[in-house]
C-alpha cells in the first residue's frame, strides 16, 4: 500500500468554525489531491497539488483552500465550515499513471 | 475536459453468475482509463487501468475491462462473482498527457455491487 494518511479520521465541527485535514505521504510523489465524496456524486475534486505551492482549484473548491510547504504534506482548511461541507474527505497521490486514496476523513459539520 | 458516465447506480447479481459495469466517457483529447473498487469505509484501490497497447485490461482477481474507442466505452465484466466482490466500483479518466502539470482523475458516480448468495 501507498504510505498515505489522513488525519483526523473523523471530527465533528460547528458550523463557522474552521478546520483543517492532514495528508501525509511516504511517497515522494508529486502530485497530490484532495476529493470529498458523497452519495449520489461519486468523487469530485476540490483542489489538486502538481508540486512544492504548486496548487490550483477542481470542480468543487468553494469554501476550501490548500496548501503544500513540504512534499509530503498537503493540508486542505475550510475556511469557515457549512452543513453543505459534511462529506468524506479523500486525499489522493498520483504517479504517472496511478492514483493512491488514503483511508478518508469523515466530517460531520453540525 | 473528461467526463464519465456510469449507467447502472445500483447492480444485484447472484452469486456465480456474470456481471457487467457499464462505463461511458467523453473527452476531447486521448485519455487514460482505471476502474477503481471501494471497499465498505476504505478508500479507493485501483482495480485495472487502460494507458495504450492491448485494448483487454484484466485484473488479478478475475476483472476484466475492454477499451472501446468508437463506443467511448470501457466496460468492466467478470464470468462468475463472489460474495467479496460486492462493493462499489467507479470508472475514472485522464487526459494521457500532463499538460497543465496534472494527471487529475474524473470519477464517474459509481456503481454500487452487491453479490446474492
Known amino acids: 500500500d501507498a504510505g498515505i494518511t489522513q488525519s483526523p479520521r473523523h471530527k465533528v465541527t460547528e458550523t463557522g468554525t474552521p478546520v483543517t485535514l492532514r495528508c501525509h505521504q511516504t511517497?515522494?510523489?508529486?502530485?497530490m489531491y484532495w476529493y470529498r465524496q458523497d452519495p449520489g456524486h461519486g468523487l469530485r475534486l476540490i483542489h489538486y497539488?502538481?508540486?512544492?505551492?504548486?496548487?490550483d482549484k477542481g470542480e468543487v473548491s468553494d469554501g476550501y483552500s490548500v496548501s503544500r510547504s513540504k512534499t509530503e504534506d498537503f493540508l486542505l482548511t475550510l475556511e469557515s465550515a457549512t452543513s453543505s461541507q459534511t462529506s468524506v474527505y479523500f486525499c489522493?497521490?498520483?504517479?504517472?499513471?496511478?492514483?493512491?486514496f488514503g483511508q478518508g476523513t469523515r466530517l460531520t459539520v453540525v | 475536459a473528461q467526463s464519465v458516465t456510469q449507467l447502472d447506480s445500483q447492480v444485484p447479481v447472484f452469486e456465480e453468475a456474470p456481471v457487467e459495469l457499464r462505463c461511458n466517457y467523453s473527452?476531447?483529447?486521448?485519455?487514460?482509463l482505471f476502474w477503481y473498487v471501494q471497499y465498505p469505509n476504505q478508500g479507493l484501490q485501483l482495480l485495472l487501468k487502460?494507458?495504450?497497447?492491448?485494448?483487454l485490461v484484466e485484473s488479478i482477481n478475475g476483472f476484466e475491462a475492454e477499451f472501446n474507442k468508437s463506443q467511448t466505452s470501457f466496460h468492466l465484466r467478470k464470468p462468475s462473482v463472489h460474495i467479496s466482490d460486492t462493493a462499489e466500483y467507479f470508472c475514472a479518466v485522464s487526459a494521457a498527457y500532463s499538460g497543465a502539470g496534472s494527471y487529475q482523475l474524473t470519477f464517474g458516480k459509481g456503481t454500487k455491487l452487491s453479490v446474492i448468495p
Open positions: 497539488s502538481y508540486g512544492v505551492k504548486d496548487t
Open positions: 473527452s476531447s483529447v486521448s485519455v487514460y
Open positions: 487502460y494507458l495504450s497497447g492491448s485494448t
Open positions: 489522493a497521490t498520483q504517479n504517472h499513471d496511478e492514483a493512491f
Open positions: 511517497e515522494n510523489h508529486r502530485y
